[in-house]
């Protein structure tokens, strides 16, 4: 993060700060609309069934005696049906009461203390405290070229939240809250490119684009910064401090000033579960290119110079799910079409061609109805049309990758400290002489001295 290390920002009295948050109980502040009812927010010239969870007041009348109205605050709403991306800030003009009163909330549900790196699927939040947890603090991002509206929720350090934008390197990830920052530490930053090594580049599309495999144990503050900026686009993903388990594939666009960064996906170095992507993350500027599905294919290529079945870490996120489903859908419509039609096969024959976990392929198949199982036998089916059908359903199917560019060889997990063993010299078939006795233990090494001394008396 860019408050470790190199690169760090200072956000005391800097940027434009949004006003505190005072409450989510809007009722106990004069003049607030009552967050106890269901309420109409406009948005894009649409009135959305939505709920108020907290309000601030506006910067002008922080220290203001006059009387408060409910033009005095900002609201944070949830709109009810849509997943919490959209949550926001909104002024009081954009609101209609009504009066259906929210029923009384049940307890929020305990997250599962085992929730592993990836991310859960969306959902609706459990209670109004949930959503307060969890409401943004900051507005944009700005990297690179591209100002983006973030999504979700991000823990930044003390001094980086409440801000309108945050600012970001491109290369190393360093954040900022001032643009003057961010340009006092692009002149001394002297990365082009993700740290790491490339183990991937095409040149032959009009956009050059770039692989980069980070060490999460090499580089732990570009990869802190990285878990930071996928934290603002993905709803459920957890944020690991101890970056030593993973590795991470930074997708990039080349041009003369550098690789850009794209998107990435994260993979534990070594996982007993025989996850090949843990988690995964375009830029929403980036996005609907074909990254993603691209994103997928890499990881599934690494696994196949493994010679493992590929798998992603569960569950996904509802993003996530969609380009999976689409992905593995146009990668068994492939295999099935290579069939001759007066061929059988398995399940299994299509796991070991694309590299598709079986319990994936079952899924998919369910999903898209390309498996039926009728009075204990199961078909599969093969009608070209249909199969055709699906392939187009699922969308674009991505950028490609090529294999042949790929350099990249599995990580061998080493230990810190060479292993010795000491062999002793000994004869294990020597014949006993009678009345001589099995030796209880090997006989113990010799000493250079002990044995000159031995040749002596032998002599």
Request: glycine share 6%; proline share 4%; net charge neutral.
């Amino acid at each position: 993060m860019a408050s470790k290390g190199k690169g760090k920002g200072k956000a005391k009295g800097k940027g434009k700060s949004q006003p505190q948050i005072i409450s989510q109980k809007t009722s106990e502040f004069e003049g607030a609309f009552d967050s106890k009812f269901y309420i109409k927010a406009l948005k894009q010239d649409i009135w959305y069934d939505a709920r108020i969870i907290t309000c601030r007041l506006l910067k002008e009348f922080e220290n203001s005696k006059k009387k408060k109205t409910s033009a005095s605050y900002e609201y944070y709403v949830h709109y009810i049906r849509y997943n919490r991306r959209n949550d926001e800030w909104i002024s009081g003009d954009r609101i209609q009461m009504t009066d259906n009163q929210i029923p009384e909330e049940q307890s929020v549900k305990k997250r599962k203390q085992n929730q592993t790196h990836g991310h859960e699927q969306d959902e609706e939040y459990d209670s109004t405290d949930e959503i307060t947890q969890f409401q943004k603090t900051i507005d944009f991002i700005e990297i690179g070229k591209y100002k983006i509206e973030v999504w979700y929720y991000t823990p930044f350090p003390t001094g980086y939240q409440n801000q309108e934008c945050l600012y970001f390197c491109e290369f190393c990830l360093s954040f900022y809250v001032t643009k003057n920052e961010l340009a006092r530490h692009m002149q001394k930053c002297t990365l082009t490119h993700p740290p790491g090594d490339e183990v991937y580049r095409d040149d032959s599309r009009e956009q050059s684009i770039s692989m980069f495999e980070v060490d999460g144990a090499k580089n732990p503050i570009f990869s802190e910064n990285l878990g930071y900026v996928s934290k603002l686009f993905l709803d459920h993903k957890n944020l690991y401090y101890n970056m030593d388990p993973f590795l991470f594939y930074i997708l990039t666009e080349n041009d003369e000033q550098g690789s850009h960064i794209v998107g990435y996906f994260s993979k534990q170095k070594e996982s007993e579960q025989g996850w090949n992507l843990n988690c995964i993350m375009t830029l929403p500027c980036y996005q609907r290119k074909g990254y993603g599905k691209f994103l997928i294919t890499f990881s599934y290529e690494l696994s196949l110079i493994e010679g493992k079945i590929g798998t992603p870490e569960t569950p996904l996120s509802d993003l996530g799910k969609q380009t999976y489903l689409s992905w593995w859908t146009q990668r068994i419509v492939d295999y099935i079409k290579t069939q001759p039609e007066t061929q059988a096969f398995t399940i299994k024959d299509i796991e070991k061609a694309t590299g598709v976990k079986d319990k994936d392929i079952i899924y998919t198949m369910e999903q898209t109805g390309l498996i039926k199982y009728a009075q204990g036998k199961v078909a599969i089916c093969t009608n070209r049309t249909y199969l055709d059908k699906l392939y187009n359903e699922a969308g674009r199917p991505g950028l490609p990758v090529y294999p042949d560019k790929i350099h990249w060889v599995p990580y061998q997990i080493k230990t810190d400290k060479p292993t010795y063993a000491n062999f002793f010299k000994y004869e294990p078939f020597k014949l006993l002489q009678q009345d001589e006795q099995v030796p209880q233990s090997l006989p113990k090494q010799q000493t250079s001295q002990s044995q000159s001394q031995s040749q002596q008396q032998q002599q």
